[in-house]
Nanobody
Framework: QVQLVESGGGLVQPGGSLRLSCAAS????????MGWFRQAPGKEREFVAA????????YYADSVKGRFTISRDNAKNTVYLQMNSLKLEDTAVYLC?????????????????WGQGTQVTVSS
């Protein structure tokens, strides 16, 4: 089993930055693909970004491309999401997920493990 715990969320003004972390425990995730999703009230879970096991390949939703960066440190069993130029519409609960699969990483159903999420609120 893999346990995922997100941190780093908070309240930020439009244009600001936050760095989310996802710490894994129970098993190393160094051979897992990792993803970040977000869910706003009343909306479906939305893909944000994903990274393959080595970090060599990254994938982004069009809405965050150029503003968000996903990275990982396998020695620390941790995945990060650097969020810059935040917008009001980025407000959501951000969830980290892990999967043994390597393709179709934008689909929530492809993931085996999920964290509880961390709230990101962008407001002036």
């Amino acid at each position: 089993q893999v346990q995922l715990v997100e941190s780093g969320g908070g309240l930020v003004q439009p244009g600001g930055s936050l760095r989310l972390s996802c710490a894994a425990s129970g098993r190393t995730v160094s051979h897992y693909s990792m993803g970040w999703f977000r869910q706003a009230p009343g909306k479906e879970r939305e893909f944000v970004a994903a990274i393959n096991w080595s970090g060599a390949n990254t994938y982004y939703a069009d809405s965050v491309k150029g503003r968000f960066t996903i990275s990982r440190d396998n020695a620390k069993n941790t995945v990060y999401l650097q969020m810059n130029s935040l917008k009001l519409e980025d407000t959501a609960v951000y969830l980290c997920a892990a999967t043994s699969r390597v393709i179709a990483l934008a689909i929530p159903g492809r993931y085996d493990y999920w964290g509880q999420g961390t709230q990101v609120t962008v407001s002036s």
